[in-house]
């Protein structure tokens, strides 16, 4: 199973590309599009019905008027995570509430604002359910997580 990454505008890319960072460490595929929901719904919908059986989960990135996720979440049974994006407006807490105000029985799992990295690993996590080695991953990369918490130090220089 893949993860389907979705932009709404090429200007998430930043973004992306930090989910695409993380993911390629699990050594899981991806694919990686740029469809908006508002101005190009026929061709969101005829890419999610074509990578519904390929894609174990899809990842929406969007701003503002950030109803990508749950477009996508409408119009499948995969879970769907939403990465709301910080915006010039409301420093994108009208991409999160837009993201996150879901109605009931659309499902959409939303990560922080602009927190693709969380967006890549809960995608691996849910994954993980039918893949022993990618658990192993996943736990392997929280016992590092552990290590280097272990091994920071501080001093005061005042």
Same mark, same amino acid.
């Given at each position: 199973m893949k993860i389907s990454i979705i932009m709404g505008s090429i200007s998430d890319r930043e973004i992306a590309d930090k989910i695409v960072k993380k993911i390629r460490e699990f050594d899981i595929d991806y694919d990686v599009k740029v469809i908006s929901a508002h101005r190009a719904l026929n061709l969101l919908e005829d890419y999610v019905k074509g990578e519904e059986?390929?894609?174990?989960?899809?990842?929406?990135?969007?701003?503002?008027?950030?109803?990508?996720?749950?477009?996508? &979440?409408? $119009?499948?049974?995969?879970?769907?995570?939403g990465v709301p994006v910080k915006s010039s407006? $409301?420093?994108?807490?009208? %991409?999160?509430? %837009?993201?996150?105000? $879901?109605?009931?029985?659309?499902?959409? &799992?939303?990560? &922080?604002i602009n927190g693709g990295e969380n967006a890549a690993i809960l995608a691996c996590q849910i994954l993980s359910l039918s893949d022993e080695s990618l658990q192993k991953k996943l736990r392997d990369m929280k016992t590092q997580m552990v290590e280097k918490i272990k091994n920071t130090e501080y001093k005061y220089e005042g």
């Open positions: 059986k390929e894609t174990g989960v899809f990842i929406g990135i969007a701003g503002k008027a950030a109803h990508l996720a749950g477009v996508i &979440a409408g $119009m499948t049974i995969r879970p769907v995570i407006t $409301m420093d994108g807490l009208d %991409s999160l509430l %837009s993201t996150v105000q $879901m109605p009931s029985g659309v499902p959409v &799992a939303t990560v &922080a």
